[in-house]
C-alpha cells in the first residue's frame, strides 16, 4: 500500500494564482483532513471530509475549497494566492467517520507564495 | 478555548540522558491524548495514544506517557534519548467523541552525542 500520497511536493506560485494540491489515499479511509504547518505554530486544520460528498471546515478555512467526489481522493483548492499562504501542507487521512486518533499523514507539500 | 500546550518549542539532551516532553491540555474532563513524532522532511506518525484505559501508555521506539488528571498533563518520556529520536514531537488532543484533533506548537528534540 502507497498510505497517503501527496502531489507536488514543492511549489511556487505568485501572488494571485490558483492551484490544486492533490491528495490520495489507498487505505478505503473515510476520514480525510487537511493541514497546514507553519513554525511555532503546531499542525492548524483547514478542511476535513467524513466521506465522499461530505466536507466541513476547520480551524483555518479562508482562501481554502475542498471537494470528496470519491473515497480515495481529496483535492485542496487555492483560489486566489497569497504570502500568508506559505507554509507546508499536510494531507491526513483516518479509518472510520470519526478520528480515531491515529491519523495517517502524506509526506508534505511545501508552498511558497511570492 | 480548548487547547493544548507543549512547555519548550526546542530541547537539548545527551545521548543516552533522559528525555522529558511536556504537554498539558485545557479542559477537566479526560480527553483523547496523543503523542506524534515528525522527522525531517517527512509527515507525522503516531507515538502513542491515551484513551482512558491505562494511565501509563507505552509507545513505540521505548517512549512513554503518563496521563495525569491532577495535573491536566500527558508528558512525554524516554529513559535513554538516542541519536535516532532527533524530530519533532506534537503532542495532540481530541476533547470529545467526533471532536477534531487539535496540535500542540510542537518542541523540537535535538540529541548530542
Redesign the interface.
Known sequence: NAG?TQTPKFQVLKTGQSMTLQCAQDMNHEYMSW?RQDP??????IH?SVGAGITDQ?EVPNGYNVSRSTTEDFPLRLLSAAPSQTSVY?C?SSPGT??S???F????SRLTVL | AQSVTQLGSHVSVSEGALVLLRCNYSSSVPPYLFWYVQYPNQGLQLLLKYTSAATLVKGINGFEAEFKKSETSFHLTKPSAHMSDAAEYFCAVIYNQGGKLIFGQGTELSVKP
Open positions: 497517503v493541514y511555532g505554530m503546531g499542525l492548524r486544520l476535513y476547520g499536510f491526513a470519526g478520528v486518533g491515529e491519523l499523514f502524506g509526506e508534505g
